[in-house]
Each structure stands twice: as structure tokens, then as C-alpha cells.
T-cell receptor, first 117, second 107 residues
Framework: EVQLVESGGDLVQPGGSLRLSCGASGFTFSNYGMSWVRQVLGKDLEWVASVMDNGSEKYYLDSVKGRFTISRDNAKNSLFLQMNSLRAEDTAVYHCARDLYGSMDVWGRGTAITVSS | AIRMTQSPSSFSAYTGDRVSITCRASQGISDLLAWYQQKPGKAPELLIYSAYRLQSGVPSRFSGSGSGTDFTLTISSLQSEDFATYYC?????????FGQGTKVEIK
């Protein structure tokens, strides 16, 4: 079964850091680009970052550039999102997703981040 | 960033109805558009990509059309399991952007 499972979500203070992980199974992870997408209160979806299949190219939402880093370990079928200098507006459920020509055909259930003092 | 605008934001319909949702891009995106369905507490699911290509396993009552700036998702005969929120997404350029969603409710 093709599956993505996120972990690492937590309550963190403003200015803090967090590292999200996404474990992939059921497909050849190294063949696919991957993305992180966040959703606030079950409403608006917001793309956060993408990384190409070999990790050579990375793209970021402007509001997270310089604060977030997307990375992957193809040997461990894992995707990561290092989040630094967190702000209240980063509060959301973060989903990892598999890229299909730019659309996203497989999604994880998400991990929740709350940034609050 | 390319802005995606969906209409309507919500509506109610009967089972069996033919319904359509529109999505407009702030600039031309060719056919680089996807549609997703999301149910409460679940992750989005891909329905359509490349504006009209049906994702594997998605019922044929779902169809997509359009190119350039104007797109439509049509459900030919609404089923009970189709009551959900639908989102469009462009992948013509980064940042990838989504529409604000259209909630389809039971009348």
C-alpha cells in the first residue's frame, strides 16, 4: 500500500524550532518529487515547499524562505522539514505529499504544529 | 504568485444533481491544474490533474475541463459520498497555489 506518515508535530513557542518527518512506503521514493502542504483549521490549503526526486532542486513559499529547509533521505525513504524561527502564523496541520507532474497524488494525514507562548 | 479563485464558496444540492465548480487563475496556466476532494478530518485526495485527466480509481462521474485561466470541475450525478470540500491547485509555477475551496452540502 502506498503510504505517507508524518511525525514531529508539537506545541512550540514563537521563535522555536521543530523538525517534521515523513516516512514513505509502498513506492520507489527516490523516483518522486515531494512536497509539504499546510492547512489551517481545516480550511485553506497552502503549499510550503517542494524538493525534486534527487534533492537537487528545492522551492519554498516566500514567507518560509530562510526559516524552513526541506530535505530528503532516499536511502531511508524519508522527507523532512526543518522549521526555525517559528511564528504564530505557522500554526497548521502539515501534510507531506507525493508529486505527480506538479499535482499531488498521495497525501499523508498530517501532523499538527501549534506555535504559541 | 498566481491567485486561484473558486466559485461558489459553498452550495447545497440534491443527490443525483449535476453540479459544477469553477476555478479562475489570475494568469494563464495552460492545463496545469489539479482538483482535490477533502472530507472532514481527512487529507485531500487527487481527483483530476492536467485539467481533465482522471486520477486512477476516481469515479467517471467526475470530469474536468478548461485551459488558460478558466476551469471547471463537474460531477455528473452527485452521490452521498461526494459531499465534501473541493480545491483547485495550479502547478504552472512556484509557489504552487490553491483555490479557497468550495464546500458541497446536502440539500
Amino acid at each position: 500500500e502506498v503510504q505517507l506518515v508524518e511525525s514531529g508535530g508539537d506545541l512550540v513557542q514563537p521563535g522555536g524550532s521543530l523538525r517534521l518527518s515523513c516516512g514513505a512506503s509502498g513506492f520507489t521514493f527516490s523516483n518522486y518529487g515531494m512536497s509539504w502542504v499546510r492547512q489551517v483549521l481545516g480550511k485553506d490549503l497552502e503549499w510550503v515547499a517542494s524538493v525534486m526526486d534527487n534533492g537537487s532542486e528545492k522551492y519554498y513559499l516566500d514567507s518560509v524562505k530562510g526559516r524552513f529547509t526541506i530535505s530528503r533521505d532516499n536511502a531511508k525513504n524519508s522527507l523532512f522539514l526543518q522549521m526555525n524561527s517559528l511564528r504564530a502564523e505557522d500554526t497548521a496541520v502539515y501534510h507531506c505529499a507525493r508529486d505527480l507532474y506538479g499535482s499531488m497524488d498521495v497525501w499523508g494525514r498530517g501532523t499538527a504544529i501549534t506555535v504559541s507562548s | 504568485a498566481i491567485r486561484m479563485t473558486q466559485s461558489p464558496s459553498s452550495f447545497s444540492a440534491y443527490t443525483g444533481d449535476r453540479v459544477s465548480i469553477t476555478c479562475r487563475a489570475s494568469q494563464g496556466i495552460s492545463d496545469l491544474l489539479a482538483w482535490y476532494q477533502q472530507k472532514p478530518g481527512k487529507a485531500p485526495e487527487l481527483l483530476i490533474y492536467s485539467a481533465y485527466r482522471l486520477q486512477s480509481g476516481v469515479p467517471s462521474r467526475f470530469s474536468g475541463s478548461g485551459s488558460g485561466t478558466d476551469f471547471t470541475l463537474t460531477i455528473s450525478s452527485l452521490q452521498s459520498e461526494d459531499f465534501a470540500t473541493y480545491y483547485c491547485q495550479q502547478y504552472y509555477s512556484y509557489p504552487r497555489t490553491f483555490g479557497q475551496g468550495t464546500k458541497v452540502e446536502i440539500k
